[in-house]
């Protein structure tokens, strides 16, 4: 199978509504304890003040397989708790991604009515079409695909049952 990487699509916006506040959101997004249990396993640490850390961190299994610790790393530009965090984004664990350089994510999360938020993720990919193809990827979780769409969808589910999508 090939995958085409010459899209002229830059930008990809996701969306998902969640039953839980803004700031449970936010917590997930950005609290290790929290962002551990979702996506794909490891963990993202952030230095939440413009020009601080983030990093994606391989989980142990993950490591023991041979990935890398550092799956990507980045800049934090912007952090407005509970409402919108921008950075940049680098995967490190395919020297083409790698070489690609930085993207940018900005992650809004609104108060929405019924008691939802709307959690909007935006990724900028200007000049990165293997990363666009990455992130946009369909493939089963279980396949060590899915791109955004899973990543939030497991989020969701997490917030709203307790347990990813995962969790046998």
Do not use: C
């Not at 952090?79 to 930085?102: H, I, K, M, N, S």
């Not at 959690?119 to 990827?137: D, R």
């Amino acid at each position: 199978m090939t995958t085409d990487t010459g899209t002229a699509v830059t930008t990809q916006v996701y969306r998902v509504y969640i039953k839980a506040t803004p700031q449970v959101v936010w917590d997930a997004i950005t609290d290790p304890a929290w962002n551990a249990r979702f996506g794909y396993p490891g963990r993202m640490e952030y230095d939440l003040r413009p020009g601080g850390t983030f990093r994606a961190i391989a989980g142990p299994k993950e490591q023991a397989m041979g990935m890398p610790e550092a799956l990507a790393d980045g800049e934090v530009l912007e952090a407005d708790p509970p409402r919108r965090l921008v950075q940049t984004w680098r995967f490190l664990f395919d020297p083409e991604l790698t070489g690609e350089g930085a993207t940018r994510l900005i992650w809004d999360i609104e108060e929405d009515d019924g008691g939802l938020t709307r959690l909007t993720l935006t990724h900028e990919l200007e000049n990165a079409p293997k990363t666009a193809a990455a992130v946009a990827s369909v493939a089963h979780i279980y396949e060590g695909g899915g791109g955004w769409a899973l990543v939030l969808s497991d989020l969701k589910t997490l917030l709203e049952t307790g347990h990813p999508m995962g969790d046998e």
